[in-house]
């Protein structure tokens, strides 16, 4: 079945610098990927997406390619503030799969000013 | 829009005893989905609905778990009978069933606390 792998957190960072959270993923089919964010006491929230190969989602500062090659769709941003300090999920859905939305397990981010 | 409306916000309840869940999704989303969440877990997936029809609950716990379904505006999730196990944060989310490349929107969630 379809699955998401992310790097397990908690990734601990100064204010400016740069993030880079892995995720990759096994699916049948051709997906669509995500990023989600998840700010504490709330829900999660669509931060970007890529649907087809070589994509760029792109959001607030934060990046991720859909990468076919590598089975893999890595968040990215350059200069992290200390309010993107926040949970972040790697997710993905694919047609074949009845349009299920998997997610990865999570990567905590503090950013620390 | 509102967004995806689930009650009650939190929940406080004694073991054995039956808890209901409730979402209202967005207008015009035809799937929807439950999902439980907890530090030792994560995020898992409990089931889905595409137009109110079942498709896969292979993520539901065990029996004591239920899920309804009963139109396109509402959907209930229940717990009979409750245990200290079942504490966690339970959100909805809907989207368009669309070709699968469509946002999922999520609700505020639901924190229920099994005593």
């Known amino acids: 079945g379809n699955s998401v792998t992310q790097m397990e957190g908690p990734v601990t960072l100064s204010e400016e610098a740069f993030l880079t959270i892995n995720c990759t993923y096994t699916?049948?089919?051709?997906?669509?990927l995500f990023w989600y964010v998840q700010y504490p006491g709330e829900g999660l929230q669509l931060l970007l997406k890529?649907?087809?190969?070589?994509d760029k989602g792109s959001n607030k500062g934060f990046e991720a390619t859909y990468r076919k090659e590598t089975t893999s769709f890595h968040l990215e941003k350059g200069s992290v503030q200390v309010s993107d300090s926040a949970v972040y999920f790697c997710?993905?859905?694919?047609?074949?799969?009845?349009?299920?939305?998997?997610f990865g397990g999570g990567t905590r981010v503090l950013v620390k000013p | 829009d509102a967004g995806v409306i689930q009650s009650p916000r939190h929940e406080v309840t004694e073991m054995g005893q039956e808890v209901t869940l409730r979402c209202k999704p967005i207008?015009?989303?035809?799937?929807l989905f439950w999902y439980r969440q907890t530090m030792m877990r994560g995020l898992e997936l409990l089931i889905y609905?595409?137009?109110?029809?079942?498709?896969?609950d292979s993520g539901m716990p065990e029996d004591r778990f239920s899920a309804k379904m009963p139109n396109a505006s509402f959907s209930t999730l229940k717990i009979q009978p409750s245990e200290p196990r079942d504490s966690a944060v339970y959100f909805c989310?809907?989207?368009?069933?669309?070709?699968?490349?469509?946002?999922?929107?999520f609700g505020q969630g639901t924190r229920l606390t099994v005593v």
């Open positions: 989310a809907s989207r368009e069933m669309t070709g699968g490349n469509t946002e999922a929107f």
């Open positions: 699916a049948t089919g051709y997906p669509s």
């Open positions: 890529a649907t087809k190969a070589d």
């Open positions: 997710a993905l859905s694919a047609k074949a799969a009845g349009n299920k939305l998997t």
């Open positions: 207008s015009g989303h035809n799937s």
């Open positions: 609905f595409n137009n109110n029809v079942p498709i896969d």
